[in-house]
């Protein structure tokens, strides 16, 4: 590969890199913390593939139409942007919360004179092991939409290192008085209520949420909790 050749090839993934992590498309696929490294990796490649432009001497064997291969996941990565993980990986890692999650010292109880903004993974947990933390306290949960069974279920995926280690939590969603239509699959929601006591105890079942209020919101920036 010739240095021209190297200089397109480094161009092209530096500029990939440098999409994913500025426009906060790398936190479908990765941490969110892998931000600024994305950012510094993909300025480091656009300033090497500069320095293959203005060297002067041309090292290298020649370049063959086999290299240009090397761009072909460049093309697709800036043409196509895969939506995050969503129902498929919900329906078959669902609410996987260990003993060591909740067999931990009680935790404090959440405030009774305020809704309290709850993850799905923390109000899954604290269903499991710590329901007297739950009992009788307004939550507000943010999820996208699973139907099954002739139920509805608020759903979030969790990772801690990439797509590849996520885990998924979902709580039953009991509508009671409210007169909402059921949102349609996939959609994202805002749901207010209180957790149905002895639901998800020890991660047996599902918790419910008895909900008093339920919103339509559009997807977040970030969709991992």
């Not at 892998?34 to 480091?44: D, E, N, Q, T």
């Amino acid at each position: 590969m010739n240095r021209n050749a190297q200089a397109v090839v480094l161009a092209a993934l530096g500029a990939l890199t440098l999409r994913v992590s500025v426009t906060d498309e790398h936190t479908r696929y990765v941490n969110a913390a892998m931000k600024w490294p994305l950012v510094v990796s993909g300025v480091l490649m656009l300033l090497l593939a500069l320095s293959r432009v203005l060297r002067r001497e041309d090292g290298g064997e020649p370049t063959t139409p086999a290299v240009w291969v090397l761009l072909l996941p460049v093309v697709v990565g800036l043409a196509v942007q895969p939506a995050a993980l969503g129902a498929y990986v919900a329906d078959r890692r669902v609410n996987d919360v260990s003993a060591q999650q909740y067999d931990e010292p009680a935790v404090d109880p959440l405030p009774r004179d305020r809704t309290t903004d709850v993850g799905l993974a923390e109000f899954v947990s604290l269903a499991a092991g710590y329901g007297e933390a739950l009992a009788g306290r307004e939550v507000r949960l943010v999820g996208f939409v699973t139907h099954a069974d002739g139920a509805w279920f608020v759903n979030r995926l969790t990772i801690s290192c990439c797509a590849a280690d996520a885990s998924a939590f979902r709580v039953r969603i009991d509508a009671g008085d409210v007169r909402v239509d059921v949102p349609a699959e996939k959609t994202w929601v805002r749901v207010v209520g209180r957790w149905a006591e002895g639901t998800g105890v020890e991660g047996v079942d599902l918790p419910a949420l008895r909900a008093s209020a339920v919103e339509e919101v559009p997807a977040p920036r970030q969709p991992y909790e």
